[in-house]
DNA sequence: TTGACAAAATGAACGACGTTCACTATACTG
DNA sequence: CAGTATAGTGAACGTCGTTCATTTTGTCAA
């Protein structure tokens, strides 16, 4: 008797569908237009019901925010198609940019809002981390191809990780505004270029004076 | 008879006690700590007074954001002290992590909540578009003197304000735990170097495919 | 089929939030 | 001192996340 069994695959549909709702509001309202009450309103139950699936709003939100990385880490995993490192990782710039500017409110949830954030400590191997892992794995195949400077991989990656985080978030918030719209592209793939020939050239390390 | 005057001074003394609870609050509790009746409590008024001297809590979360911009542009122009213009911009980026590392809280308020980028569209001048002028003068203060690349030095700023963000952006949101303590340090420092290293190349412009 | 027990779902209630507004208290003026 | 303009009040509205006593539904042995 797959009673037990059948009860299991029930509440997973359950959650499922709460997520489902919370991603639909979520995408097209954003994060203010996602309420416990809305999504139980959505799903056609009451809002008590939620908390059977779920612990609070905050662990509803990390899944959409899991469910962000996992697409990041898809449009990642496409780029190992590419064979020239630095044509990739070039590549993987753009997408990455573009990937923030077509979902900022979604890309605003996996890296800025404080709630998400604070969780997945214990949550151990988080899918953020396994992007920045396949980032970082790219950067060092241009250090083996020759092209990038020996230097400290993981340096390097955060380097380049932080001038992406960088773009994305001024674009998303809008903070380049005061560039004439049909200049913000252009400056973009300038400002991209400008960092991956940085990467290029040995670094003299001048010492810690942060943290 | 000064009683108009009077008034308005005193108008304006209010508008500071409640901006100094505010920014109280803030300071010790951060966002999520900061409620109209909260400041209404501080200042020993009833919440509704306060709605005479700000349209609304945004207006009030506001003027703290304009508030950290002078103090950042404060730090700014003590840079004018530095007469080598590569040293002055490369002490501009550790005040800049700094200054983000020190106030997390008001550098979020600042460059990432929401609710604040929207307002200023209309505020010309705003505070964080002289902070970025202040920036830009001295990137073109390195490219007069020779250092750096002569590309458009607009571009230039952008992508090292964007590094410089990145990474303060990252650091604060504890994005970079995975990094062992001790390195964390060393890895920014390398990170700004690796920048401003980038800077000092002419770029091949590559094309727009952003936007 | 029925009755007993467990699981699922309910929705009112709590304390908070930003904001509004009819009202009262205070300060100023003629 | 009367009358008016200004300042301040605090209850109320509708929202929020969350809890929990209660009811409904589902399961299974007798």
Redo the contacts between chains.
């Keep these: 008797m797959g009673v037990k069994e059948r009860k299991k695959r029930n509440a997973q549909k359950m959650r499922q569908r709460i997520l489902k709702a919370a991603m639909d509001i979520f995408a097209k309202e954003g994060?203010e237009g996602v309420s416990m009450r809305r999504i139980a309103d959505k799903i056609e139950y009451s809002p008590g019901t939620i908390y059977r699936y779920f612990e609070s709003k905050c662990d509803i939100m990390l899944q959409l925010c899991y469910h962000g990385f996992e697409r990041l880490l898809g449009l990642q995993f496409e780029l190992d198609k590419i064979t020239n490192p630095v044509e990739r990782i070039k590549v993987e710039g753009?997408y990455y940019?573009?990937f923030a500017?077509e979902n900022p409110e979604l890309y605003?949830l996996m890296?800025?809002t404080?709630e998400i954030?604070k969780q997945p400590?214990d949550a151990e191997e988080s899918v953020?981390?396994k992007s920045?892992g396949k980032f970082a794995e790219h950067v060092q195949q241009c250090i083996d191809a020759g092209f990038f400077s020996g230097?400290?991989p993981?340096?390097?990656a955060?380097?380049l990780?932080?001038?992406?985080?960088?773009?994305s978030?001024?674009l998303i918030?809008?903070?380049?505004?005061?560039?004439p719209?049909e200049r913000?592209?252009?400056?973009?793939?300038?400002?991209l270029?400008?960092?991956l020939?940085?990467?290029g050239?040995e670094?003299?390390?001048?010492?810690?004076?942060?943290?």
């Design positions: 994060y753009r940019v573009t500017l605003e890296f800025a404080r954030i400590a953020a981390r920045f230097g400290d993981e340096t390097l955060v380097a990780w932080a001038a992406l985080h960088g773009l978030s001024l918030k809008d903070q380049l505004r005061f560039l719209e913000v592209g252009e400056v973009v793939e300038r400002a270029a400008f960092n020939r940085g990467a050239k670094l003299a390390f001048t010492g810690s004076e942060f943290r």
